[in-house]
């Protein structure tokens, strides 16, 4: 296989396309942060890196690429280029990139020209498309027309905003619910990685519907762990709000099916039966431990003699019903009275109120 693709900086065409990526620095690197879509199949492990990194202070630049070479060389070096060659060959319209788009991913490109292919590698590295992604978010967080859905917790926002091709779930990419109750068994990205896929996702949304709205659910500072950036967050708190009004026992059910039936899915999915629901126990039982002080000793004891009694007959009987018996008080006690509050400071931006159906008809009109 060859190719006589030059090497790119056109990052913005690489984004909208969801070019694939090799990324070539080491995992402790990628792990931090990476691009959108991009695979780690790296010139050097974390301890090859290290040990090259401590050459290069001790002994200069020299004696850190020769180092290297030794390092990664004989049957380690032939495994490396062949996942190389791998990627190529399963992605011939994809590029390569270091850190800084210089030493690393030219010995790459080299160590594949000299294997037969000639692979393109991106200008300036992750370093350089990390500013461009960071530059692209603070400019479309101020000129972007944005649009916040807002709702109690239960109100299936998500759903709405995920209907739509102009919306951009932060949850999604935060892979967060957003509450106490929130975390996902997968865990979270990066704070880096959630970054660079807003920005990513700002950008599509701005050539997709130049001029347009983009839709986006009513945040806090922080999805879980992950902060929105102050920017965007701005933006949000200056922006028009559509309200959409969902009646308790209907936000109660949803809040079951996310909060039970979907959690002990994804907890059975990792782990045996027994160990999954055991897990499951301890998340929902931690999560309530952490709005005990909002909820007052005596009313968190209730609801958690109340959450240990829905998990028990569920166990027992496989019938996970009784959970809905702490989760509507719950709403009642601590969700809807944040909210209220919450609300109460953004009615002068609210340009519409309704149903669920009253809400997505006004969305199909709103541009």
């Known amino acids: 296989?060859?190719?006589?693709?030059?090497?790119?900086?056109?990052?913005?065409?690489?984004?909208?396309?969801?070019?694939?990526?090799?990324?070539?620095?080491?995992?402790?690197?990628?792990?931090?942060?990476?691009?959108?879509?991009?695979?780690?199949?790296?010139?050097?492990?974390?301890?090859?890196?290290?040990?090259?990194?401590?050459?290069?202070?001790?002994?200069?630049?020299?004696?850190?690429?020769?180092?290297?070479?030794e390092l990664v060389s004989g049957r380690v070096k032939k495994q490396r280029i062949e996942a190389w060659l791998q990627f190529a060959r399963r992605h011939p319209e994809g590029y390569l990139y270091c850190f800084r788009g210089g030493m690393r991913s030219a010995i790459c490109q080299q160590w594949m020209r000299e294997a037969g292919v000639d692979y393109p590698r991106i200008t300036g590295g992750y370093k350089a498309m990390r500013s461009y992604l960071l530059e692209q978010l603070e400019r479309l967080s101020a000129e972007q027309s944005l649009v916040i859905l807002a709702g109690h917790t239960g109100a299936a926002k998500t759903v709405v905003l995920n209907e739509r091709d102009n919306a951009i779930d932060l949850e999604g990419l935060a892979n967060h619910r957003g509450s106490a109750f929130g975390n996902r068994v997968a865990g979270q990205p990066s704070q880096i990685d959630f970054e660079n896929h807003l920005a990513v996702a700002l950008l599509k949304q701005h050539h997709r519907h130049p001029g347009g709205v983009v839709l986006l659910e009513d945040e806090s500072r922080l999805i879980g762990r992950r902060s929105l950036p102050r920017a965007l967050r701005e933006a949000m708190d200056r922006a028009p709000v559509v309200v959409l009004e969902v009646p308790l026992e209907d936000r109660v059910s949803h809040s079951f099916n996310n909060y039970i039936l979907d959690k002990l899915n994804e907890w059975q999915s990792v782990c045996e039966s027994s160990e999954g629901f055991d897990r499951f126990a301890e998340d929902l039982r931690d999560s309530l431990r952490r709005v005990r002080r909002r909820l007052g000793g005596e009313r968190y004891q209730e609801l958690s003699a109340v959450l240990d009694d829905a998990l028990a007959h569920h166990e027992r009987t496989g019938d996970p019903s009784r959970h809905r018996d702490w989760i509507r008080p719950l709403l009642n006690d601590y969700y809807?009275?944040?909210?209220?509050?919450?609300?109460?400071?953004?009615?002068?931006?609210?340009?519409?109120?309704?149903?669920?159906?009253?809400?997505?008809?006004?969305?199909?009109?709103?541009?």
């Open 336 to 367: 809807d009275p944040m909210y209220e509050y919450q609300i109460s400071h953004k009615k002068n931006r609210v340009i519409f109120s309704g149903s669920n159906e009253e809400v997505r008809q006004y969305l199909d009109h709103l541009h």
């Open 1 to 69: 296989m060859t190719s006589s693709r030059p090497d790119t900086d056109d990052y913005l065409g690489l984004f909208l396309r969801d070019v694939p990526l090799m990324d070539t620095r080491a995992p402790v690197e990628f792990e931090k942060g990476a691009m959108p879509g991009a695979v780690n199949r790296p010139l050097m492990n974390d301890e090859e890196r290290a040990r090259v990194g401590t050459c290069y202070k001790e002994h200069g630049q020299a004696a850190a690429i020769a180092l290297g070479h």
